[in-house]
């Protein structure tokens, strides 16, 4: 135990060094990019996938993606979306997969008509295959990733460190967002998403990544705290990432982490026995003393603006009139060209361009559900079908899946105001559908059904 321990506090401490070795030097950025896949995939050929490394390298790789991003470190958007990929891909090579989960298959085949739907358009001045990659990477990815994970046996204590895997490389993005910008207060002006309080890079996307790590090592302070000095750490990595993940001032990933935790301890409260229920009180208490810390600090650091910001009004106190920063009225250019192309849709990736058209600009959805029925028509409602009810039914025979709740309401609430820029959705959304067991008795825990 206490091996582990301090290895985990050496963890923490490495991932903080490495922000503040890239923020120096900035060029370690791209090695440490060429770094990760390079030795994942040299661990994962070495252990042949026995105990599902290509599930723990992907973990890492989706938890460092936003700060390879702000770092300049990716190589393009989509790099991370690839990798995963291909560790899916070479896992189910070593490994195999569920015959079962055919359902993901089809779910990628139903894809197929708007591509060639776009394939064929001629009258837009459009880079076909960048806007194919850009709007199918994501959902790809999660097709790869759930046929690969589809009721694969794991321990919980697998999933955990699988978890915390991708916790790890958060750490490091929460430091560099410190080291950036020191003083919240210096930079914060307006109510607006703060790209300065977000290292330079996509608030939406950075506060989705830091409300996934509050998640993270919330279940850490909770389950994982097996001594104080754990305990102190764990709060104190709660805490920061909350501080940080707030006075970006985009709401997302904020609210996706309270809804996380939420969901997180009502099944946990409802798989308890009555002794365990006794300590939730404690819990509670504890739990709502530190967001009510953490929103007060918010609050005097941004001088209340950050209240005006979530209250949906602007710097001067007046409510703006859109709620979701100018979403709505994609969401319903997206609602009118499914009504307009209720079967097909309009190609997938095609939605940018009939929006130019509109609006005489560019702009991408941020709402992946009205981008597959703009995009995809009829075919895209049957996909969101299949990604809605099968991790469901999965649930049925996988109670122990303490994490199921809250892995599916991260995907869900991301993808509905961040799309699927990144490769987090999808790899979590895929971890709904591991058959989760506190103890494997016969099979191998890298099996399928």
């Known amino acids: 135990m206490k091996n582990t321990q301090f290895s985990y506090f050496r963890l923490v401490i490495i991932h903080a060094l490495i922000a503040l070795a890239v923020f120096a030097l900035p060029f370690l950025s791209k090695i440490l990019a060429l770094l990760i896949p390079i030795i994942g995939f040299y661990i994962v050929y070495n252990a042949k996938n026995r105990n599902n490394e290509v599930i723990l390298v992907a973990a890492y790789l989706v938890g460092i993606e936003v700060f390879l991003r702000m770092t300049g470190g990716n190589f393009n958007n989509e790099y991370i979306k690839v990798n995963v990929i291909l560790f899916m891909l070479a896992g189910m090579i070593y490994s195999n997969f569920s015959t079962n989960a055919f359902v993901y298959w089809f779910f990628l085949m139903l894809l197929i008509p708007g591509i060639i739907l776009t394939a064929t358009q001629t009258q837009y001045d459009t880079d076909i295959k960048k806007s194919l990659v850009f709007n199918l990477s994501g959902p790809v990815c999660l097709g790869i990733c759930a046929i690969y994970m589809y009721k694969r046996k794991i321990l919980f204590s697998d999933l955990q460190n699988i978890v915390l895997t991708m916790g790890l490389p958060i750490i490091t993005t929460t430091t560099y967002l410190f080291l950036f910008n020191p003083s919240v207060r210096d930079v914060v002006t307006g109510t607006q998403s703060n790209f300065e309080t977000s290292g330079g890079f996509g608030p939406n996307q950075v506060s989705t990544v830091l409300g996934l790590g509050i998640f993270i090592f919330f279940t850490q302070f909770i389950l994982f705290s097996k001594s104080k000095k754990a305990m102190i750490l764990n709060g104190f990595l709660v805490l920061f990432m909350s501080y940080r993940g707030i006075v970006t001032f985009s709401r997302g990933g904020v609210i996706t982490a309270v809804v996380m935790i939420c969901t ?3 099944l946990l409260y409802f798989f308890s026995n009555a002794k365990g229920k006794s300590k939730f009180v404690l819990v509670f208490i504890l739990t709502g003393l ?6 007060t600090y ?15 009004q602007d710097a001067a106190g007046r409510v703006k009139k859109d709620r979701l920063g100018g979403r709505e009225e994609i969401i319903d250019s997206e609602i009118k060209l499914f009504f307009e192309n209720p079967i097909m849709g309009v190609g997938a990736g095609m939605g940018k361009e009939f929006r130019r058209k509109s609006f005489g600009m560019e702009v991408a959805s941020h709402n992946e559900i009205s981008r597959m029925l703009a995009e995809h028509g009829l075919f895209g409602i049957f996909g969101l079908l299949l990604l809605f009810i099968t991790p ?6 996988n109670r122990q899946h303490l994490y199921f709740l809250s892995f599916f309401m991260f995907w869900l609430l991301t993808i509905n105001h961040a799309a699927m820029r990144t490769a987090a959705p999808a790899f979590v959304y895929a971890l709904t559908l591991l058959s989760v067991h506190i103890k494997i008795p016969q099979k191998a825990e890298n099996s399928v059904d």
């Open 298 to 312: 918010s609050s005097i650091q941004t001088r209340g603006l950050i209240e005006k910001r979530y209250a949906n």
């Open 290 to 295: 530190m967001g009510i810390g953490i929103w």
């Open 264 to 266: 997180f301890l009502f």
């Open 392 to 397: 469901f039914i999965l649930y049925i025979n």
